[in-house]
């Protein structure tokens, strides 16, 4: 064989790896999905809060116009640029960060911003088990200015 020949061989294995690779680790918009409605359920079930100002970032746009209001609490969604200009949203706002999938498990934080620059927020991380999603926190975080 010639170079050539080797080297296309290694560039389609390679190829392959990669793509296998990529959908093995790509999350569906529909495990995003149920893991933000599982994730605000917990969040705000016994909240007191008429309403909450949800940011869409990192939300499937698709998925956006499905959210419904959590037990008591509505949902106010905007988009992360609109966020502060969106009448009613009080003192703070909330949103995910990117989900992260390792091995066989989902991660993602959920934020809770303020007007006075800071944050906290809880990782949650989410597994499948015999088709139902578990959940447990496995870290938090704060900051602020």
């Known amino acids: 064989m010639n170079f050539l020949n080797i080297l296309l061989i290694l ?3 390679l190829g392959c790896v990669i793509a296998k690779a990529q959908s093995f680790s790509k999350i569906s918009d529909s ?12 969040e705000f079930r016994e909240s007191k809060a008429k309403s909450i100002c949800l940011s869409t ?20 969604l905007a988009a ?20 992260e999938r390792k091995s066989s498990s989902i991660l993602v934080y959920f934020y809770r911003n303020n007007s006075n620059f800071t944050f906290s927020g809880r990782r949650y991380c989410y597994r499948k088990v015999k088709g139902k999603w578990h959940s ?3 870290g938090f975080t704060m900051g602020g200015s």
């Open 31 to 42: 495990e995003k999905f149920q893991i933000i409605k599982s994730i605000l359920s917990k």
């Open 57 to 76: 970032e990192n939300i499937p746009e698709s998925m956006t116009r499905k959210l419904s209001d959590v037990e008591e609490t509505k949902l106010m």
């Open 136 to 138: 447990k926190i496995v």
């Open 80 to 99: 992360p640029d609109k966020i502060g200009d969106l009448l009613g949203c009080g003192i703070e706002n909330y949103h995910f960060s990117g989900f």
């Open 11 to 13: 560039v389609i294995v």
